[in-house]
């Protein structure tokens, strides 16, 4: 069996020239105007791995995850879950993918009903799915508390009485209950302080080694991403501008809006956060974020970064193979210094020591 083969034995979802859109509508339901936001997305997640999809605010990595758990329609491409292409149409989605494929949301209080015991919320999806009740399903619930960390006592609370870290491990709990192989992780950690933040994500770990279940996870934070994710994708204003492994885009970024990103997570030592300021500033124009309704031509980045040229203006880049693994939609690699899949820190080497 050669390499492509067991590639593809390996992938689990496998999204294909995404796009999205939303339409604005006057009173009278006819469009104003359409926002493009995801455009031609591609990207894969392997059995038991996690893809970490990372971006600013209205970047457009939510969108993917409510397309890839059909929430919205597509405009264009395919979302394939083990070999079975999701339809278009959110209402001709078959039960068995909205088994396998479930959610973990920002705000665990707002995902949760407020007037259902945990117990409940855990239970719903076990009869749903796996058409189970009565005291299996009892059993069932107080398993998967034990596995999030938590007594079945839990079982006998609402929403409202529970921690926010607490809440979230229900959330967890419940997406664990009709035994999917993926689940699409929105900013799971955000709305948690930072000591229960790590906790969530060494639960997530422990679980994903012991079930074997993918998770696509959403987050706007490059460090905790490259700890949970074994491949990243970074998303700005609806492109996917480089993907590859965490280790590889943490440490030899290949876009300036990736290294921008990285550049900005805060660091407990005055010296390397003065050093960050300064190749920050190299990179980046400090300009609004473009608007969604009226993108500017070109790569969505050449606003605001300082080493855009005239064909960044005019041409979205093609995705260029990266060292070390990935590619990168930037005309660096390919026009002007020609960077070929080096790391961005190469025209920044005075400032990168």
Not at 160 to 189: F, H, K, M, T, W
Not at 288 to 297: G, K, R, W, Y
Not at 302 to 318: A, F, G, K, N, V
Request: hydrophobic share 35%; aromatic share 6%.
């Amino acid at each position: 069996m050669n390499d492509k083969t067991n590639s593809m034995n390996n992938t689990l979802l496998q999204v294909s020239n995404l796009q999205v859109s939303y339409k604005s509508k006057n009173f009278f339901g006819q469009i104003r105007y359409r926002v493009r936001a995801v455009n031609d997305i591609s990207f894969e997640i392997g059995k038991g791995k996690t893809f970490g999809l990372v971006g600013e605010s209205g970047s457009g990595k939510t969108t993917v995850g409510k397309a890839i758990l059909r929430l919205i329609e597509i405009d264009g491409g395919a979302v394939s879950f083990d070999g079975m292409v999701a339809p278009h149409s959110i209402q001709k989605v078959p039960l068995e993918f909205k088994r396998n494929v479930q959610s973990v949301f920002q705000d665990p209080y707002s995902s949760l009903n407020p007037s259902h015991l945990a117990g409940d919320i855990i239970g719903e999806p076990i009869t749903r799915h796996l058409k189970i009740r009565g005291s299996e399903r009892q059993t069932m619930v107080a398993d998967l508390l034990k596995k999030v960390g938590l007594s079945g006592i839990y079982a006998h609370r609402y929403p409202y009485e529970l921690s926010g870290g607490q809440r979230q491990r229900i959330a967890i709990a419940r997406a664990l209950a009709s035994n999917p192989r993926l689940i699409v992780c929105d900013e799971p950690v955000s709305a948690l302080d930072v000591s229960t933040q790590a906790q969530v994500i060494n639960l997530l770990e422990d679980l994903q080694e012991e079930l074997l279940v993918s998770y696509l996870f959403i987050a706007h934070d490059l460090a905790v991403v490259r700890h949970i994710s074994h491949d990243i994708g970074v998303v700005n204003l609806g492109w996917l501008v480089e993907v590859g492994p965490s280790d590889r885009v943490y440490e030899q970024p290949s876009h300036p809006y990736t290294e921008m990103l990285l550049a900005s997570i805060p660091v407990p030592n005055a010296v390397e956060q003065r050093r960050r300021r300064t190749l920050r500033q190299s990179l980046y124009i400090d300009a609004d974020l473009p608007s969604p309704v009226n993108p500017p031509p070109g790569c969505p980045f050449q606003t605001r970064c300082t080493l855009s040229m005239d064909i960044c203006r005019e041409e979205m880049p093609e995705a260029t193979p990266v060292n070390g693994g990935g590619v990168v939609r930037c005309h660096l690699h390919t026009s002007g210094p020609k960077l070929e899949g080096r790391p961005v820190a190469v025209l920044h080497d005075n400032l990168a020591k």
